[in-house]
T-cell receptor, first 109, second 113 residues
Framework: RKEVEQDPGPFNVPEGATVAFNCTYSNSASQSFFWYRQDCRKEPKLLMS???SGNEDGRFTAQLNRASQYISLLIRDSKLSDSATYLCVVDTGGFKTIFGAGTRLFVKA | NAGVMQNPRHLVRRRGQEARLRCSPM?????VYWYRQLPEEGLKFMVY????????ESGMPKERFSAEFPKEGPSILRIQQVVRGDSAAYFC???????????FGSGTRLTVV
């Protein structure tokens, strides 16, 4: 089983749609969780951290479920500019950070 | 704040040559990480360094690959006797001592011909 697993997609959605991605992790001792965004042939960029209480940043909401060991990202009112690959990232402690392979999102007009 | 600086952006090497990839972390960041990304694949951890110390190199191939982060100057990822399978994007990231997400450089795209 991979340490961090994501549905590779692609998710093809129309503008304005709501889309959700899930990610599961295997190490129950994992401590910190993040979502990164990576545009084609560019570097990953931190989108948001994920807290147990959930957090929201504009149209983006991230949630963590420790009991089930999964993380989610919800994007509301999708924009064309949201098209990218979304990486689930888990820090297992000691600076050992594992990246998921990413979920590709295409938002179409 | 110039961010994480990687150079060169693109590097072409013939099989058997050496590749040297450089990474200067963000100001104030003392932790450097190298990742490799093959086409259509995710980021794979290679090595984590602090100044003059390799903390975790569990993702580094045992042969031909080495990394350093000297007291002065950038971190260097060195690949000796490159092969076609080394062709990939190599990303460097840095973080401050208290980890709260990385900042990535724009990567070096290595092509071995």
């Amino acid at each position: 089983r991979k340490e961090v697993e994501q549905d590779p997609g692609p998710f093809n959605v129309p503008e304005g749609a709501t889309v959700a991605f899930n990610c599961t992790y295997s190490n129950s001792a994992s401590q910190s969780f993040f979502w990164y965004r990576q545009d084609c042939r560019k570097e990953p960029k931190l989108l948001m951290s994920v807290y147990s209480s959930g957090n929201e940043d504009g149209r983006f909401t991230a949630q963590l479920n420790r009991a089930s060991q999964y993380i989610s990202l919800l994007i509301r009112d999708s924009k064309l500019s949201d098209s990218a690959t979304y990486l689930c990232v888990v820090d297992t402690g000691g600076f050992k950070t594992i990246f998921g392979a990413g979920t590709r999102l295409f938002v179409k007009a | 704040n110039a961010g994480v600086m990687q150079n060169p952006r693109h590097l072409v090497r013939r099989r058997g040559q050496e590749a040297r990839l450089r990474c200067s972390p963000m100001k104030g960041h003392s932790h450097v990480y190298w990742y490799r990304q093959l086409p259509e694949e995710g980021l794979k951890f290679m090595v984590y360094l602090q100044k003059e110390n390799i903390i975790d190199e569990s993702g580094m191939p045992k042969e031909r690959f080495s990394a350093e982060f000297p007291k002065e100057g950038p971190s260097i990822l060195r690949i000796q006797q490159v092969v076609r399978g080394d062709s990939a994007a190599y990303f460097c990231a840095s973080s401050p001592p208290i980890q709260n997400g990385y900042t990535f450089g724009s990567g070096t795209r290595l092509t071995v011909v």
